[in-house]
């Protein structure tokens, strides 16, 4: 059996597989006619909850069209995970107990490679009025135009000054095609960033306007282009939160699903190393907060279980996700977890020390500066995140994925509590002993030896050159090699959001980062001592 449009048809309920119970290929033929979804970027997260949700909403007659899909930055993804199996998707929820759902998510009804030949059919769906949003997870780095020293990409230099011509970076492709929308009707529309990341809507705001602004300049668009892009009556660029793993595809479950009779279920791996299967594996928890703003209509989202409310709201919750309750313990478990070699976030959430850091970084040091969202209570998120989310042994995501590019992701997820400390007069921002210990624990980690003095690889990050070119001499098993190479870094508060040094939390991280230094275990030891101490 095939996952395609035909074999689908034939699966009965014996087999234990969700499968669509509306017309997929009419629901597409209204889609192609009538769009109202187009989304960028075409990976794990999109295919397994906003598919899912737009499935739901087709299903209670709430919708009559489907999504289709884009994919600007690894194309590849296309031929090997849509095009293949007639766009279909099953998503697999792992269930902490073991259990597996199987369901055939049908409502991603089209999928195109965002190359410079299919822009005219990206454009005449840009084009329709019956466009409500463009969508995106494109990462937090689809919507930067500039390098980590503040200077453009050579990329956006070249769409900057050859406009209209072939744009390349995935900004510059969005605002040729809301040139276009322009140009034809000047509908509403709403721009939607579904990445992990502070003020997403912002940044997809900030690039289209610097790149219109630039094409502006060199006589390409008009002045009314502008102003039609900073009218949010016109162009709207909604905040959200999104809380979803969606792990790379795991062997465990192709082989549940080859068991079934499925056909052809083997991940691949793309050359621009994407891991994509006719699968997504998912855990249960999943959370969507919305900033309520589409000037051109809009799915209702509600009933399928989104949060739709104000930016206030959507920016508490982020905050509380991206800054206490998810976001710093994962970044705990991946640094630790990749010096203590553990295979997956489960085996390091499982390991008692690491569980005790988690613990002591969230409820006792990050929860007391977190505002609650009112619609979800911080601390009964971390009970879920720890107790059921991260001791899930069925989610196989890896530390290695979770420690890449965390120079980029630090200062929110460790810098903002520091930060609350600072401002709140009750607070000792010098009382911190975790955070710090985990600020330690990811210089050590970038010496790229594990806890017993073999060298292991460290994921890639941005600015990995320019921070391993900071550790040169200090040597594992040597604590004396030490002498004072931190500093500089700790006082750049681009990467931690505040300077360490005038905060007062340099040389504590310093002390932490040299008894990790002393040798085989050396890091086990150090948690052990100060987690006992507690």
Same mark, same amino acid.
């Given at each position: 059996?095939?996952?395609?449009?035909?074999?689908?048809?034939?699966?009965?309920?014996?087999?234990?597989?969700?499968?669509?119970?509306?017309?997929?290929?009419?629901?597409?033929?209204?889609?192609?006619?009538?769009?109202?979804?187009?989304?960028?970027?075409?990976?794990?997260?999109?295919?397994?909850?906003?598919?899912?949700?737009?499935?739901?909403?087709?299903?209670?007659?709430?919708?009559?069209?489907?999504?289709?899909?884009?994919?600007?930055?690894?194309?590849?993804?296309?031929?090997?995970?849509?095009?293949?199996?007639?766009?279909?998707?099953?998503? &697999?929820?792992?269930?902490?107990?073991?259990?597996?759902?199987?369901? *055939?998510?049908?409502?991603?009804?089209?999928?195109?490679?965002?190359?410079?030949?299919?822009?005219? &059919?990206?454009?005449?769906?840009?084009?329709?009025?019956?466009?409500?949003?463009?969508?995106?997870? *494109?990462?937090?780095?689809?919507?930067?135009?500039?390098?980590?020293?503040?200077?453009?990409?050579?990329?956006?230099?070249?769409?900057?000054?050859?406009?209209?011509?072939?744009?390349?970076?995935?900004?510059?492709?969005?605002?040729?095609?809301?040139?276009?929308?322009?140009? /034809?009707?000047? /509908?509403?529309?709403?721009?939607?960033?579904?990445?992990?990341?502070?003020?997403?809507?912002?940044?997809?705001?900030?690039?289209?306007?610097?790149?219109?602004?630039?094409?502006?300049?060199?006589?390409?668009?008009?002045?009314?282009?502008?102003?039609?892009?900073?009218?949010?009556?016109?162009?709207?660029?909604?905040?959200?939160?999104?809380?979803?793993?969606?792990?790379?595809?795991?062997?465990?479950?192709?082989?549940?699903?080859?068991?079934?009779?499925?056909?052809? +279920?083997?991940?691949?791996?793309?050359?621009?190393?994407?891991?994509?299967?006719?699968?997504?594996?998912?855990?249960?928890?999943?959370?969507?907060?919305?900033?309520?703003?589409?000037?051109?209509?809009?799915?209702?989202?509600?009933?399928?279980?989104?949060?739709?409310?104000?930016?206030?709201?959507?920016?508490?919750?982020?905050?509380?996700?991206?800054?206490?309750?998810?976001?710093?313990?994962?970044?705990?478990?991946?640094?630790?977890?990749?010096?203590?070699?553990?295979?997956?976030?489960?085996?390091?959430?499982?390991?008692?020390?690491?569980?005790?850091?988690?613990?002591?970084?969230?409820?006792?040091?990050?929860?007391?500066?977190?505002?609650?969202?009112? *619609?979800?209570?911080?601390?009964?998120?971390?009970?879920?995140?720890?107790?059921?989310?991260?001791?899930?042994?069925?989610?196989?995501?890896?530390?290695?994925?979770?420690?890449?590019?965390?120079?980029?992701?630090?200062?929110?997820?460790?810098?903002? /509590?520091?930060?609350?400390?600072?401002?709140?007069?009750?607070?000792?921002?010098?009382?911190?002993?975790?955070?710090?210990?985990?600020?330690?624990?990811?210089?050590?980690?970038?010496?790229?030896?594990?806890?017993?003095?073999?060298?292991?690889?460290?994921?890639?990050?941005?600015?990995?050159? +320019?921070?391993?070119?900071?550790?040169?001499?200090?040597?594992?098993?040597?604590?004396?090699?030490?002498?004072?190479?931190?500093?500089?870094?700790?006082?750049?508060?681009?990467?931690?959001?505040?300077?360490?040094?005038?905060?007062?939390?340099?040389?504590?991280?310093?002390?932490?980062?040299?008894?990790?230094?002393?040798?085989?275990?050396?890091?086990?030891?150090?948690?052990?001592?100060?987690?006992?101490?507690?």
């Amino acid at each position: 059996m095939k996952l395609n449009l035909k074999d689908i048809k034939n699966i009965d309920g014996s087999l234990g597989v969700i499968v669509p119970k509306y017309d997929i290929e009419a629901v597409k033929e209204e889609t192609l006619k009538t769009p109202k979804w187009l989304h960028f970027g075409a990976g794990n997260i999109f295919r397994a909850y906003m598919g899912k949700v737009q499935q739901v909403l087709i299903e209670k007659n709430l919708e009559n069209t489907g999504i289709i899909v884009a994919e600007s930055f690894d194309t590849e993804i296309i031929d090997k995970a849509y095009t293949p199996f007639d766009n279909l998707t099953i998503l &697999t929820t792992l269930n902490k107990n073991g259990d597996f759902q199987n369901e *055939i998510i049908g409502s991603i009804v089209e999928s195109i490679k965002a190359t410079d030949e299919n822009f005219k &059919t990206l454009e005449e769906i840009v084009k329709k009025d019956s466009l409500q949003m463009i969508s995106f997870t *494109i990462t937090e780095k689809g919507y930067n135009l500039k390098d980590p020293s503040g200077n453009y990409f050579g990329v956006i230099l070249e769409d900057f000054k050859n406009g209209f011509t072939s744009p390349k970076h995935v900004m510059a492709l969005i605002t040729k095609l809301l040139y276009s929308r322009f140009k /034809t009707n000047g /509908t509403p529309i709403s721009l939607v960033s579904m990445d992990n990341c502070s003020g997403n809507g912002d940044k997809i705001k900030a690039a289209v306007l610097e790149i219109a602004t630039a094409w502006n300049t060199n006589g390409y668009v008009e002045d009314e282009f502008l102003a039609y892009l900073k009218d949010e009556s016109k162009v709207s660029y909604p905040v959200t939160m999104i809380d979803k793993i969606t792990p790379r595809p795991a062997e465990e479950v192709q082989i549940s699903l080859e068991k079934l009779g499925f056909e052809d +279920m083997a991940p691949v791996i793309t050359n621009r190393n994407s891991f994509v299967a006719p699968f997504v594996n998912a855990e249960i928890p999943e959370y969507f907060i919305v900033e309520d703003k589409f000037p051109n209509g809009r799915p209702n989202l509600e009933a399928a279980g989104v949060f739709l409310t104000d930016r206030e709201t959507v920016e508490k919750t982020e905050k509380m996700k991206v800054t206490t309750c998810l976001n710093p313990l994962h970044t705990t478990l991946a640094i630790f977890g990749c010096i203590l070699n553990k295979k997956s976030i489960y085996d390091a959430a499982s390991d008692e020390d690491l569980n005790r850091l988690i613990k002591e970084v969230g409820y006792n040091e990050a929860l007391k500066v977190v505002e609650s969202p009112k *619609i979800i209570d911080p601390k009964a998120f971390i009970d879920e995140v720890i107790d059921e989310r991260f001791l899930n042994p069925y989610i196989p995501d890896q530390p290695e994925r979770i420690a890449t590019d965390t120079s980029q992701k630090i200062a929110i997820r460790f810098g903002e /509590t520091i930060k609350s400390y600072m401002a709140d007069e009750n607070l000792d921002v010098k009382s911190l002993k975790y955070i710090p210990l985990v600020l330690a624990g990811w210089f050590r980690y970038l010496l790229g030896v594990d806890d017993k003095g073999l060298e292991r690889s460290i994921s890639n990050d941005p600015m990995l050159e +320019m921070l391993k070119e900071q550790l040169v001499g200090i040597e594992f098993g040597k604590p004396e090699s030490y002498k004072g190479q931190l500093k500089t870094v700790l006082t750049n508060d681009r990467i931690f959001g505040v300077n360490l040094e005038e905060v007062g939390l340099s040389e504590l991280i310093e002390n932490y980062f040299v008894e990790m230094l002393s040798g085989e275990d050396a890091v086990r030891n150090t948690l052990h001592k100060y987690l006992e101490a507690k």
